[in-house]
């Protein structure tokens, strides 16, 4: 399948595009010997659904005014971002095995100014959401008709400034905005415990579902690794309207590699060369045994 040619992709085609996404993203982070895993893979099923079927978007066009938006905000997730838009022809996919390197155009964190189709530098947590406002608000003073998407990591929602950025949406019955929170449960660190399983989550429950409501947003929840209820979930998002959306996404740290899911220590770790081929064999490619340092 030559990925950048798919018209409509069907449920079925865009978990396969996720899995070839899930490939690139291990091997790029393999072959720069370091950056994010965890929260790359928990956000490549959402993001393969926008970039593919969601977002109004013209590749060779990557400044086309009246584009649908996406903000990164949880940025050190950007492999997960140049993948896509790698794979969605913005620029070469041999491109990801330039990444983070010191002249190439795909940083750690998403920077505006160099990579074609990135709408928003982030990295800072706490900030996209800000941004993304801005980005919606200049929409509706423009009398433009996109909609603006903000990713939001569920260990950033305890950053202050994204709930005065919430309150302002709420304040403006802003329509054009649609935020998705990526919630793992999972963030850097896990919190007191001796073991793996005793660090509890970010958020538990309904946590993060019943703070976006209080602030007035039009709060949905959805399996972001279930192809078929990210798609309807998302077309609900962006047919509601008189006030912003959320939608609490329940994901897996680390998913595809049974022994990075759920497991902090893969928030930002290079796999061994016998990591490398047993994540590649999950993933379904022949195994090169290109991992990068232990
Ligand atoms: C303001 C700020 N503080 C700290 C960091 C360092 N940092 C990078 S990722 C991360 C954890 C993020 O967790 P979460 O938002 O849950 O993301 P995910 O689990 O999806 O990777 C932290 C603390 C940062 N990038 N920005």
Known sequence: ????????????????????????????????????????????????????????????????????RFVLSKGHSSIALY???????????????TFDAIDSRLQGHPDMTLTPGVDMSSGSLGLGLTGGLGIAMGGRAAGKDFTTYVMLGDGECNEGSVWEAAHVAERYALDNIVVIVDHNKLQQFGWHGDTVAERLPSYTGTQLFDRWSAFGWHTLEMDGHDMADILETLEAAKAHEGGPVAIIAHTVKGKGVSFMEGNYLWHARVPNAEEFDIAMTELGEQVSGQGGAA
């Open 1 to 68: 399948m030559t990925t950048s040619t798919i018209a409509d992709p069907s449920v079925a085609e865009l978990e396969e595009l996720a899995r070839q996404a899930r490939v690139h993203i291990i091997k790029a982070i393999a072959n720069a010997n370091g950056g994010h895993l965890g929260g790359p893979l928990s956000a490549t099923d959402m993001l393969t659904a926008l970039y593919f079927k969601v977002l109004d978007i013209h590749p060779d066009r990557p400044d086309w005014e009246d584009r649908d």
């Open 83 to 97: 993948t896509q838009l790698a794979m969605r022809g913005y620029f070469p996919t041999e491109e990801l095995m």
